[in-house]
């Protein structure tokens, strides 16, 4: 009897959810057989859902293209309710009923929101960051998304460009291994479920390395460059399976990238196998007649000829592909193609058996912006964060101490979430100044005072605050804010100085060529350090900034980034000591903007400097004005204890090609706490056919080691570490003397040597 009931049940489910459904080839070839060309080229169209509101949906021009078969997708719609109406229209009014992919850029989770992928890269904890997309896939599938724009995974050098929030810093094995993180956390390795995304890896190629760091510029790189230091991101998310990939706005090679078949079909497809599709960036095709690349029809052709399948926003396709296949400019065969790559992404994600699986409006309610992922987001926000400076020990701080709380970031919610947060719900999100009431309780007097804007000029902080992301300009003088902040100073034990940029001063179009703290805070935070107070400052950030001054003069300093909507706690727990930081920065943070772009992995030079204080040299690659490193290198970061490093081995002086060595360090925790050490791995590979860089990320290892604990890390190199693209852009490893050094940042010098023989 029971049985007979579980086949009722499974029945009436398997009739009501789903049908029964051909193979994937059988089904797209089928389906491709009944379309009419001007509904193949629709589903090559992805326009923004624009303001579209419930209720009025259906009665909207893109209604009115969904119904006639115009539209393969939509982005940027929020809730479940929406989409549903949505899919509503293309399902039951057009033609052939072809579901709608809804795209968005979910980039550093959804409503419960996670820090800024740069800040995320920080934590160097891939389990944590598959985490955090795999909580951003829930909650945005729950509420209707099924692809999201994410991850971005461009290597950056140049902190002038906005852009450089949003990925993982300057390092292309580390970059590498986010966004393996970042596809795997998304798909699940299994798009058939109804709480996984479809990710798109972006921004194919380079869009990390404009002129200038001005976003959108020229980018000239040779290709030795490209294949060794700015792909490998990209290849990572394509051999972890990422379903769609998206074109990039620059140029490579002198083509956009949007028209270039060499990237798009030469490299992508060919050299690495990808088999999704891909789509544009934000009318990347129409800007190509900017670029200089002709008129709307021959750059759509263009781009097709690449090897685009979607176009977003600027039908360029949907305008003029038809006009092009007449006039032999583009094949049908390609049209077919790029259709074909669309439907079979629709039929992974279980759309034909079922349109709206992402449509379950119970899940919106239940799965999103729940405590247990609110907690989760706290945790791991706390990894971003990287202590840079803490003299005397300052932090972490007691919980019984008088603390003032002063600057234009302190009570600012609205810009904890960072840039690129389309779902977080600002108002919600925790303030610095709420999460240490929170921490410290009732123990202690927290005050506050705003101390200064943004920044003196009021037009610079319009720019530097939209969407939403209001500092809220207070009209009084600078004089009057000061005189505020000093006296709420002089009552506390301790000053907390949450300074920085605003959360729009970096992100898409936020270049900058300054890269100080803006003027005004900068001034503040001298007349709170003349108190003779201790300060500690609590720096916001979407880049690395230039911090010479700040680090001379200030004991102790917190780079929090924008660390999502749980940011005040997150702060508030390390400040207080609740987590001991343990972030490691995955960008250089320079002395002065003109030594950009910076990065450690860079080359020797006919000249390399001959001391090590850094002093000027003439005739030597160096500034008359400035030291030639970092204030603060790529994977520098502090903790509350001491990790000392010793007895550093390697188990051979040699090694074959298919051998393998062990690399060992003892880490011991010397200091007072408990804490996480993020040990790291560099190579140097002594003489090339080309030159090489002096170090190169090859392993990381972060441990937890108890108070007075000592541990041996073990590493193992393989000859996959030694290979790089040769002057052929050919993948190789060749015989010679390599350095392996092993430490807490890439400034680290101990070291040990071997030779790969033949
Ligand atoms: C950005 C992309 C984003 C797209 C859609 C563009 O302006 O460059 O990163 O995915 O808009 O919102």
């Not at 059988?26 to 090559?44: A, P, Y």
């Not at 977080?424 to 927290?446: C, F, R, W």
Request: overall charge neutral; some cysteine.
């Amino acid at each position: 009897m029971r049985n007979k009931i579980t086949l009722f049940f499974l029945v009436c489910s398997f009739l009501s959810f789903g049908q029964k459904i051909k193979p994937k080839a059988e089904f797209v070839n089928d389906l491709i057989s009944k379309m009419t060309l001007d509904e193949k080229i629709g589903q090559l169209n992805l326009p923004t859902s624009g303001d579209i509101t419930t209720g009025q949906a259906s009665s909207s021009d893109i209604a009115k293209n969904i119904a006639e078969g115009k539209v393969g997708g939509l982005f940027n719609i929020k809730s479940v309710e929406k989409i549903k109406e949505v899919q509503r229209i293309a399902v039951e009014k057009s033609r052939l009923k072809i579901p709608l992919l809804f795209g968005m850029d979910v980039i550093h989770g959804y409503e419960t929101t996670f820090p800024i992928p740069l800040g995320l890269s920080c934590s160097w904890d891939m389990k944590l960051i598959e985490k955090s997309a795999q909580i951003a896939a829930q909650e945005a599938s729950a509420d209707g998304i099924n692809w999201t724009f994410s991850p971005m995974v461009d290597i950056s050098r140049d902190p002038r460009w906005g852009r450089i929030s949003e990925g993982s810093g300057e390092d292309p094995y580390l970059g590498s291994q986010v966004a393996k993180a970042m596809v795997n956390g998304y798909q699940q390795n299994d798009l058939s479920k109804n709480n996984t995304l479809m990710a798109c890896v972006k921004h194919f190629a380079l869009y990390g390395a404009p002129d200038g760091g001005r976003d959108y510029n020229t980018v000239d790189m040779s290709r030795i460059k490209m294949y060794n230091d700015y792909f490998p991101p990209y290849k990572a998310a394509v051999d972890a399976g990422v379903g769609s990939v998206m074109a990039s706005f620059n140029e490579v090679d002198g083509i956009p990238a949007t028209g270039n078949k060499w990237l798009m079909t030469d490299v992508l497809r060919k050299q690495w196998g990808f088999k999704g599709f891909v789509v544009t960036d934000y009318t990347g095709i129409p800007e190509m007649i900017a670029h200089g690349m002709g008129d709307l029809q021959t750059v759509s052709a263009l781009a097709l000829n690449a090897g685009i399948e979607m176009d977003m926003v600027g039908e360029g396709f949907l305008t003029t592909l038809k006009k092009s296949l007449a006039e032999n400019k583009v094949t049908l065969a390609q049209i077919n193609n790029a259709v074909r790559l669309i439907l079979e992404a629709k039929y992974d994600l279980g759309l034909f058996q079922n349109p709206y699986k992402y449509c379950d409006v119970k899940r919106a309610r239940t799965e999103v912006y729940t405590t247990a992922n609110r907690t989760e987001a706290r945790k791991i926000s706390a990894q971003s964060l990287v202590l840079l400076k803490n003299m005397n020990q300052i932090l972490p701080l007691k919980k019984s101490a008088t603390v003032a709380v002063i600057g234009p970031l302190a009570d600012a919610k609205e810009n904890m979430a960072g840039t690129w947060s389309v779902a977080t719900n600002m108002d919600k999100s925790i303030s610095l100044i709420a999460g240490i009431k929170e921490v410290v309780g009732n123990n202690a007097k927290v005050l506050y005072a705003k101390g200064s804007n943004l920044d003196y000029d009021a037009v610079f902080e319009e720019k530097a605050t939209m969407f939403g992301k209001t500092l809220h300009r207070d009209n009084r003088t600078q004089e009057e804010l000061t005189n505020e902040a000093l006296k709420v100073a002089n009552q506390a034990d301790v000053i907390i100085a949450a300074l920085g940029e605003s959360a729009e001063m970096s992100g898409e179009s936020s270049s900058r060529t300054n890269l100080e703290i803006p003027q005004a805070q900068k001034d503040l935070l001298q007349e709170l350090l003349k108190t003779g107070k201790p300060v500690v400052l609590v720096l916001f950030t979407g880049r690395p900034l230039v911090l010479v001054q700040e680090n001379e003069t200030v004991p102790a300093i917190l780079n929090a980034w924008f660390a999502g909507s749980e940011a005040g706690y997150a702060i508030a727990d390390v400040l207080y000591g609740n987590e001991n930081p343990s972030g490691k920065l995955t960008t250089s943070f320079p002395r002065s903007v003109g030594q950009v772009p910076i990065y450690y992995n860079q080359k020797n030079t006919g000249r390399p400097l001959m001391n090590k204080e850094g002093k000027f040299e003439k005739f030597r690659s160096n500034y008359i004005d400035e030291r030639n490193e970092p204030l603060y290198p790529f994977g520098y970061g502090l903790s509350y204890t001491n990790f000392d490093y010793s007895n550093l081995k390697i188990s051979s002086d040699k090694m074959n090609f298919d051998e393998k060595l062990k690399v060992s360090i003892d880490v011991a925790n010397t200091g007072n706490y408990d804490g996480k050490e993020i040990v790291q791995l560099y190579i140097r590979d002594l003489v090339g056919s080309v030159t090489r860089p002096l170090k190169e990320l090859k392993g990381f290892q972060k441990i937890f080691l108890k108070k007075g604990e000592v541990q041996t890390v073990s590493f193992e190199i393989s000859v996959e570490d030694l290979k790089f693209y040769n002057s052929d852009l050919q993948f190789v490893a060749e015989p010679g003397q390599f350095e392996v050094f092993v430490g807490k940042d890439s400034a680290v010098e101990n070291k040990v040597s071997f030779g790969l023989v033949k």
